[in-house]
């Protein structure tokens, strides 16, 4: 069988690999179909694709959504989208734009709290992209205010810390029809990540395939086992298709690797099969 990664950040987001170079390491790690999926941008698709056809390695546009429901953040994923898809382009453009005011407001915060030219800093760090909380959590680490990005974020970017704005992103219904309309597959990214309540999961998941979503990542870079087997039973109940991917964002997270993926647990319905997935795939 051929190795899946459907999850992965390049420079265009908060990866720090550019995206031809994302490529190189997916074809050296074994990936032979790979899903470009950074933070609400298709920015990094076009490089992709032509290194994508370099190197053999099949590569699948996609995106990571920002979404509010009831009030939290969640991310999903558009696998398979059109990225010249105009209604789907300006969707992305708001959701940005949305992402600069956050961005203003968490660097202003941070200097209430005694530590001044975050943005800037967190600018710096993007290089023009999209601004997300982990261009300011390397400014933070870079600048000794915490040891590493898991400490940074615990100290200050997340809920009651300075750094923490709410962003208010997407709603849920809006983001599963920008991606079908765009001919992609809507997928609930590390869905385990959200430490949802099994009734709060349940309505969840009822809602998302009701407004037309398709899969569920199953295998992800940040479950572990039992996460995997309860988000496998998820999707069995749900009838959802089954995804993997790594959510790779760069070498300086170790732990995480492209391609180095679970099995899917017993009787997952991988998302290849789904009505949708280019025909080209490798079976
Ligand atoms: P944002 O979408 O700008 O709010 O940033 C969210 C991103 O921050 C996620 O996609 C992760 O890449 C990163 N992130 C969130 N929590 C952590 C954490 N505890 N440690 C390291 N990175 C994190
Ligand atoms: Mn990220
Ligand atoms: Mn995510
Ligand atoms: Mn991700």
Known sequence: MCCYDLHSHSTASDGTLPPAALLEKARSAGVDVLALTDHDTLDGVAEARQASAALGLELIPGVEISVTWKAMTLHVLGLNVDPDNPPLLAALRELRATREQRAQHIGYKLAKAGIPGALEGARRQSRGKILSRTHFAHFLVETGR??????????????????????????????????????????????ARYRLTRSKLNTLVGEFREAGGVGLEVVSGSHNRDETLHMAAVSRAHKLFASCGSDYHGPEKPWVELGRLREFPEGCTPIWNADGWPVAAVA
């Open 146 to 191: 915490a040891a590493s990005l898991q400490d940074v974020f615990k100290k200050f970017l997340v809920k009651g810390r300075p750094g923490y704005v709410r962003g208010e992103w997407a709603a849920m219904e809006q983001a599963l029809n920008w991606i079908r309309g765009a001919g992609g597959l809507p997928v609930i990214a590390h869905p």
